[in-house]
């Protein structure tokens, strides 16, 4: 503690620390699959370690890296693992974490253009090449009538596009007077649960909505979804939203949005399009069909930090009529007001999202795309795809076991013909091990396994090994015929 | 680009230029000073240096670090300079950014416990400590009936909190059916501005948003606010939500929390406390008046990404009932449904909030309250009071200058005595000249100028000069007498 600087760490003792913690980062990659992949620690185990109060006095750094070590490793679950094959992936990049790096550095807000420009420009520029890295179609650009933010979630992109949905449904008379409960919202019975979150906070219900059955695919049945649309009308309700998914949570299926977005457009219906995990696919031209119809979309999001190897958060939230959002958003106190957003000339993104403060994240997603390029991103992505085919064509192979689902990218559902007990016994086994992380889910009422390639470092030996450990779980378990 | 990892950079590359960031983010903070506070960038400049499309090709991270410098930072305000006096402080510091280093490079989720269990504990464990280091009500700890959960923003305390409050006053109905236009709200004429945006947001509508007008100090009038909540019944609505402001954005004023924490409780009313920047003065014994009454609140916020070295975003959501808060928030799909989460002994914070995935931020949270301890915070945080208590003599001093509000901790609102065109002036001059970057506000319908001391490195110098460039700035007009 200097006389200059109070408490303050210098930036000597900073350049010293903070390379340690950079050597503690690149340690901790190189010996991750040393660990077990599902932190095997039990409730409550990791607060009985830590002290009940906080420290009068300041502690030395290097006592803190090691309390990481040794306090905080046991409780941490592997998502950057390549034996991590749980959820959806959330994969990151050492090029990603360097922008995060930046960014916590020069700790500058981005709510209006005026309190870091850079900040805003940046952002509008990163989400304008990814309209064009994924053939996204040209409304979504800033230069159009729409143009793309970075939210932290896709469950905060479908809240906003179901606002703007509500308002432009109402004429915007319910962020005035209140909902009137007549509003009434669509999206499949796969769809993610964010989808039914949003609607209980936008005031509309989760009664008010509908959750439109599925094919054998799992995918939303257009002609379903239009007769509820006019039972509703007939019954005196307003329908304002639709949502479909282009690769749901639970299997990955994909609902055809041309239909979907045919119907919206004839009852002029806001049509938001998920594709959270799913969207980084159609940087390859050949995997582009999960996006057919898109242009029918009122409003579109995809998740850099799931697939795309930039940390979360990052997701990419698009709008065909930024207008109609801005205008949903906006609140202007007399502290905020300043020659920029007066001008017009200037985009400010509080009025894009719920928050006012906003971190400068496109500096993580400008270093990937540098890093990769198109070309590299493509290489990794096309990578995924192809071990999860593999995958498939395994367990197609394989007796004992089914795929549930089809397998249109990354993501295999599968499950032992034994039932659902031999499923839940295998998936214990397997996450115990600590060898590989998988998750489940239901289909057609069985519980099903989730395998999804997707992290960064993942490569054909993990595959080949995570399928070795779920046969031998289930000879173990002794269900194999 | 190596055969094992394809695209990726490697360890071994990533602890070199791992390094060179940090060395970067050290040579930033030594010559931060050097320059202009506000970025004097304009509109579209920062963009107009950038290439029009994503690069085919990866680029080496040398250039990408070079353009950081070359295009980027003079887009950049610095909101960390020990001369930046606007808005409120976005504070940070070293341990903060080593926080988020490790967090970025753990990459991990904490939607879940199951999902990484270190992730939710040390969250909790923090939320509790600071609990007892603020001298919180008891309720707000995780022990008791109520608990602490990280969010991004005040402005995501204050939805949630309101969304809590809508469930209760409706049985949970609203969630289920819709709201039904009779629920009302209520806050200062100065409260934040995202108080109204929760209301939009929530379905409630802005005009069911009550703002109590405030006494000559800018503080909620209790009594308007009980005359108010009586009107509103006689007509057949529900008052479902106040919000108190501990510090507003405007001019830092106070509301009387015990008064209208006694009207909240004998109409059974959500009270919640927004203390975004000035909760963290409670960190001094001799502050803490600023809560008094806080054992009325149901909910409370506060942000040490504002005023307590830590980097955004960390918001600090405290609410005495969880219950409430869980079950307005929470949706359990199957593939997210896991033996912990089923056997009750664990927090899952997705519930907590709108999004599903979310960091690990009290890694920072940790490494912040563990370096400074709590001598070492109490430190700054007098020293900021000190200072702008300083600033405030200098002004009550100057016959050309006045101030416009008390100064109870560290904003100083106050004008030249000449009139809007002169403040408006000044402020200008200032902004422009690079050397210090104030923002503004009105009160009692007159341009104000504000200058809050709350940035990491501000000491007695920089606001001397800040004192200096003002009563210059005001001279070069010819406004003095």
Known sequence: MSEKSGFHMTPEEFRRHGKAVVDWIADYYERIESYPVMSQAKPGEIR???????????????????????????GITHWQSPNFFAFFPSNTSFPSIMGEMLSAGLGVQG???????????????????????????????????????????????SLCALLAA????????????????????????????SIEKAAKIAGIGSKNLRLIEVDEDFAMRPQLLAAQIQRDLAAGHTPCFVCATVGTTSSNGIDPVR???????????WLHVDAAMSGTAALCPELRWIHEGL???????FNPHKWMFTNFDCDCFYVADRAALIRTMSVLPEYLRNKATE????????????????????????????????????????RHVELAQQFASWVRE????????????NLICFRHRSGDATNQDILDRLNQSGALYLTHTKLDGKLTLRLCVGQTSTELPHVERAWSHIRQAARRGAYSS
Chains 1, 2 share one sequence.
């Open 166 to 193: 509500r308002e432009r449904a109402t004429n915007y008379a319910s962020n005035e007077r209140g909902c009137d409960g007549k509003l009434v919202a669509y999206t499949s019975s796969q769809a993610h649960s």
């Open 259 to 269: 239909a979907i977005g045919e119907i919206c457009r004839a009852h002029k219906i």
């Open 343 to 382: 001008s017009g000339a200037v985009i400010d993104y509080r009025d894009w999202h719920v928050q006012l403060g906003r971190r400068f994240r496109a500096l993580k997603l400008w270093f990937v795309i540098r890093h990769y390029g198109i070309e590299g991103l493509r290489h990794h992505v096309r």
């Open 295 to 301: 242009e029918f979309a009122d409003s579109y999001c």
């Open 398 to 409: 394989d007796s004992d076991f089914e795929l549930a689902a089809p397998v249109p990218l």
């Open 111 to 157: 709510m209006l253009w005026a309190t870091s420009p850079a900040c805003t420009e940046l952002e509008t520029h990163m989400l304008d090449w990814l309209v064009e890295m994924l053939d996204l179609p040209g409304k979504f650009l800033s230069t159009s009538t729409g143009g793309g933010v970075i939210q932290d979630t896709a469950s905060n992109s």
């Open 48 to 74: 009985a370690s830590l002290p009940k109060s906080a420290p009068q006095k300041g502690e030395s750094f290097d006592a803190m890296l090691r309390d990481v070590e040794k306090l905080i490793l046991p």
